[in-house]
């Protein structure tokens, strides 16, 4: 059964520092993983996916590296903005689901 | 190309009760997912649907709960007899069908409140 572990649960940071979150899962068999963001009381937005074929990926001030065989993934954030502040999930894709971490809860200060 | 549409956003039952929630995937998607997200948990998968079957519905409850995706109209799911437990956000995604693997979209989510 895949489990997706996400650290830290919650990180506050101030405005302008760079920063990592952390996701690992327990089963490499995956198709895909995503990242994504969640505004209290809001959906889901798409951050980035990676192919399971592919080590990494970027979009504008966001990168995710995925390394399947020690089932580890980071999303790397430059340069924050207190319009960061969201709850970030994990997610890989095995069989036909997604399996979600906890998220990790950022908060920037400006 | 409007995304994944889900109604209604909020809904409110009193115990015993029956919630229908409704999910329109994105144009030319086929494949439905549903997750639901309980209060200070994570999101869990519940079901796959594809037009007209069921796929998979190894995350869903045994009982009072059931998904459909008719062939015309939206995917539906349905909880019967509602109890305080089942308040959560819903959300439903979808995705296009055909070879390989495809990006799962998401909607808005319901957020049911069972009284």
């Known amino acids: 059964k895949q489990e997706v572990t996400q650290i830290p649960a919650a990180l506050s940071v101030p405005e302008g520092e760079n920063l990592v979150l952390n996701c690992s899962f327990t089963?490499?068999?995956?198709?895909?993983l995503q990242w994504f963001r969640q505004d209290p009381g809001k959906g889901l937005t798409s951050l980035l996916l990676i192919q399971s074929s592919q080590r990494e990926q970027t979009s504008g001030r966001l990168n995710a590296s995925l390394d399947k065989s020690s089932g580890r993934s980071t999303l790397y954030i430059a340069a924050s903005q207190p319009g960061d502040s969201a709850t970030y999930l994990c997610?890989?894709?095995?069989?036909?689901?997604?399996?979600f971490g906890e998220g990790t809860q950022l908060t920037v200060n400006p | 190309n409007a995304g994944v549409m889900q109604n209604p956003r909020h809904l409110v039952r009193r115990r015993g009760q029956e919630a229908r929630l409704r999910c329109s995937p994105m144009k030319g998607h086929s494949h439905v997912y549903w997750y639901r997200q309980l209060p200070e948990e994570g999101l869990k998968f519940m079901v796959y649907l594809q037009k007209e079957n069921i796929i998979d519905e190894s995350g869903m409850p045994k009982e009072r709960f059931s998904a459909e995706f008719p062939k015309e109209g939206p995917s539906i799911l349905r909880i019967q007899q509602v109890v305080r437990g089942d308040s959560a956000a819903y959300f439903c995604a979808s995705s296009p069908g055909g070879q390989g693997r495809h990006e799962q979209y998401f909607g808005p989510g319901t957020r049911l409140t069972v009284t």
């Open positions: 997610a890989v894709e095995g069989g036909s689901r997604l399996t």
């Open positions: 089963d490499s068999a995956i198709y895909n």
